[in-house]
C-alpha cells in the first residue's frame, strides 16, 4: 500500500526515517551499492521527496502505529 512521505528524522545511528502519513516510519538509507539514494544526504533532497508515495509493508501487514 502506497503511502506519502510527510516528514524526515533521523535514527540513533544516524540514518535517514521517513514519517508516512499512515504514522509509519520507513529508512531511506543511501547506502550504496545497494541503495542509491544520494537526495536523501540534503535537506534540499529530502524537502523534494516530501509526498513522494513509498509502498508500506507495515500497512499492508497491518502492523501498529510506530508515532
Known sequence: MKQAIV???QDEQGDWVA???CRHKQHVRHN???TNREWVLTAAGRSRFIGFELACKKCVEGAPNDY
Request: glycine share 0%; aromatic share 12%.
Open 19 to 21: 514519517r508516512l502519513a
Open 7 to 9: 516528514d524526515f528524522i
Open 32 to 34: 550504496p551499492p545497494l
